[in-house]
């Protein structure tokens, strides 16, 4: 009780745990759950990605090689709102954008993901803790999916890429 105003402080959860919360409840709506531990290294969403694809987080970097390869040559694709891939970079320039997406621990993004569907050809999605109720539910569709695989990540936003399967 805070003594001056004569009222009941309550304690509020911290916003990670909110967010935590939003999640684990979208993924409940969708009958997913976690497939695995993914670990918190900066590779998770390679991690994430592996384990979907392969069934396990060997291939993680094997993964990030060929995404920044897919990038380093496809840096002039035009999305479908006409924009080129490259003008979304997080850094000063394309090739500073790639390189540094190159190092291990680094963590990937959209772009990443983008590259992640067209390579495997199938679509990806990805569940998020987000705020927004219209924003938490992406779905990222290769220009041809010739691959009928689900692959299904959940996203603490900012934080951590986990794999999701469908509950048993």
């Known amino acids: 009780m805070d003594i001056d105003s004569g009222t009941v402080n309550t304690p509020q959860p911290p ?13 409940e709506l969708y009958g997913l759950e976690n497939r695995t ?16 694809i392969y069934g396990d ?3 993680s970097m094997e993964i990030r090689r060929a995404i920044v390869t897919w990038l380093m040559k496809n840096k002039n694709l035009t999305l479908s709102n006409g924009a080129k891939i490259y003008e979304f970079a997080n850094a ?24 992640a ?5 199938s679509q990806i999605t ?5 705020e927004s109720n219209s924003s938490f539910f992406i779905e990222i569709t290769p220009r ?8 299904i990540l959940s996203h ?4 951590h890429y986990g794999s999701l399967r469908q509950v048993l």
């Open 117 to 121: 569907a067209e390579i495997f050809k």
């Open 144 to 151: 041809s999916i010739e691959n009928s695989r689900a692959i």
């Open 156 to 159: 603490h936003a900012e934080q």
């Open 92 to 115: 000063t320039s394309w090739y500073k954008y790639c390189n540094q997406m190159a190092r291990r621990g680094t963590w990937g993004d959209h772009l990443t993901l983008l590259a």
């Open 15 to 27: 916003p990670e745990d909110k967010a935590i919360k939003r999640l684990n409840e979208r993924l």
């Open 126 to 130: 990805v569940i998020s803790s987000v």
């Open 57 to 59: 987080l060997n291939h």
């Open 37 to 52: 531990v993914i670990p918190g290294d900066g590779n998770c969403q390679m991690h994430a990605l592996s384990d979907q």
